[in-house]
Every structure is written in structure tokens, then in C-alpha cells.
């Protein structure tokens, strides 16, 4: 089995700063491109940001300058760093992983959601 635990949910004011943290554990093999996404109330799941294996990484447009995705292959873990917070950041973020397992059979994976909330 392969498990991706989400932690770093909380509360925060417009302007501060959140870091999120996903950790995968299980049969792996490997893990390829690893991604964080949201989805606010009321609207669809969007990506917010990946990163690949070998640490290349792009943004939506609406984070850009703001919020920083890393990872840390040995630990198996990918890292979103927010900053300068602004209300509409508010939602359910997501991590998902590319993962080979040592069984041979390569999917994409989940976290169960982490509630960002950002309000004065």
C-alpha cells in the first residue's frame, strides 16, 4: 500500500505565511513528479503547483512570487511553502504523487486534504 499524510493545516492572516508538508510511505519504488492541489468552496480542484523528480517545478499563475514547492527525496516528502496569504488562497490542499511500486505498477496518488484558512 502507499499512504500520502498531509500535515501544516491552520489558520493564518492575509499576508502571513503556512507550510504544508506531505509525506509518502509505503511499497515504493519511486516517486516521479509530486504536486500540491486546492480546491476552494464552490469551485473546481486546480493545481496550485509540481515539482518533478529531479526538482524543476511550475505554478499557477494565482501563486506565482507567492508560494514555493520543494521536496526532499529521501524523506519522500514535498513541502509547499505559503506566503504573503490572501484570502482567496482559502481551501482544501491536496498533495499527489507519481508513484512506481515495487510491485511494478505506477499511479497516481492522494493525501486526504489539509484545510488552509485564511482570514483576518
Known amino acids: 500500500q502507499v499512504q500520502l499524510v498531509e500535515s501544516g493545516e491552520g489558520l493564518a492572516q492575509p499576508g502571513g505565511s503556512l507550510r504544508l508538508s506531505c509525506a509518502a510511505s509505503?511499497?515504493?519504488?519511486?516517486?516521479?513528479?509530486m504536486g500540491w492541489y486546492r480546491r476552494a468552496p464552490g469551485k473546481q480542484r486546480e493545481l496550485v503547483a509540481v515539482?518533478?523528480?529531479?526538482?524543476?517545478?511550475n505554478y499557477a499563475d494565482s501563486v506565482k512570487g507567492r508560494f514555493t514547492i520543494s521536496r526532499d527525496n529521501a524523506k519522500r516528502t514535498v513541502y509547499l511553502q505559503m506566503n504573503s496569504l490572501k484570502p482567496d488562497d482559502t481551501a482544501v490542499y491536496y498533495c499527489n504523487a507519481d508513484i512506481l511500486r515495487l510491485t511494478g505498477s505506477e499511479g497516481a496518488y492522494w493525501g486526504q486534504g489539509t484545510q488552509v484558512s485564511v482570514s483576518s
Open positions: 515539482i518533478t523528480r529531479g526538482g524543476s517545478s
Open positions: 509505503g511499497t515504493i519504488l519511486a516517486i516521479y513528479n
